[in-house]
């Protein structure tokens, strides 16, 4: 079936804007992950989603971050005001249900605020 | 919190020499560790994973194996080809609440020349 796709595939923005990042996981898995790869850095966690809820925000560096999911399915990623040190890959990742189940990664979003 | 260190960061092989990745995690209430494959345009893929009741995992040419006393596991790939050259992420999973924060390595980058 489907893997996770993430869109858009790039994203160049300018310094203060916003930008939306969408997520949309393999259909059925209830849990859903968002990540960061800074260039040439492994991944970093940002938040998780159990269902619509996100019962760990604590890898959001500010309140600049903030996520929702609506529907079991789509995740959006929102960056408010962006900056520079935001530059990076956003990746998103889904697993069929919580505990120490596979997740899977899709493509990545390639963000580039000028 | 949990820490993963990875190395080497770049390796170099020869086509049909065996590749051989470690990671060393920090916290011993870590209870799986997959190993992700990062090429260009194509995201992370799980390429092979171990569970901390298991000491070795072999899939045809991958393997990883997992020393818990120690604290660090390692990938192995034999008969190396060129399309194993990627960038390699190893993970842990140190419990949070029933679900799977990936605490992830800084990657290795792996060359096959043939």
């Known amino acids: 079936g489907a893997g996770v796709s993430q869109s858009p595939s790039n994203k160049v923005t300018e310094k203060g804007k916003d930008v939306e990042l969408r997520c949309d996981p393999i259909?059925?898995?209830?849990?859903l992950y968002w990540y960061r790869q800074r260039l040439g850095q492994g991944l970093e966690f940002l938040i998780y989603?159990?269902?619509?809820?996100?019962?760990?925000k604590s890898g959001l560096p500010s309140d600049r971050f903030s996520a929702e999911r609506t529907g079991e399915s789509v995740s959006t990623l929102t960056i408010q005001r962006t900056q520079q040190e935001d530059s990076a890959v956003y990746l998103c990742?889904?697993?069929?249900?919580?505990?120490?189940?596979?997740?899977?990664f899709g493509p990545g979003t390639r963000l580039t605020v000028l | 919190g949990e820490n993963v260190e990875q190395h080497p960061s770049t390796l170099s092989v020869q086509e049909g020499d065996s590749a051989v990745i470690k990671c060393t995690y920090s916290?011993?209430?870590?209870?799986?560790f997959p190993w992700y494959k990062q090429e260009l345009g194509k995201g992370s893929q799980l390429i092979i994973d171990?569970?901390?009741?298991?000491g070795e995992k072999k899939d045809q040419r991958i393997a990883v194996t997992l020393n818990k006393t120690a604290k660090h596991f390692s990938l192995h790939i034999t008969e190396t080809q060129p399309e194993d050259s990627a960038v390699y992420f190893c993970?842990?999973?140190?419990?949070?609440?029933?679900?799977?924060?990936?605490?992830f390595g800084a990657g290795t980058r792996l060359a096959v020349h043939p």
């Open positions: 990742a889904s697993s069929l249900m919580v505990g120490t189940d596979t997740q899977y």
């Open positions: 259909s059925g898995h209830t849990a």
């Open positions: 989603f159990q269902g619509n809820s996100a019962p760990d």
């Open positions: 916290d011993s209430a870590s209870n799986y």
């Open positions: 171990i569970r901390s009741n298991v």
């Open positions: 993970a842990a999973t140190p419990p949070s609440g029933g679900y799977n924060k990936l605490i």
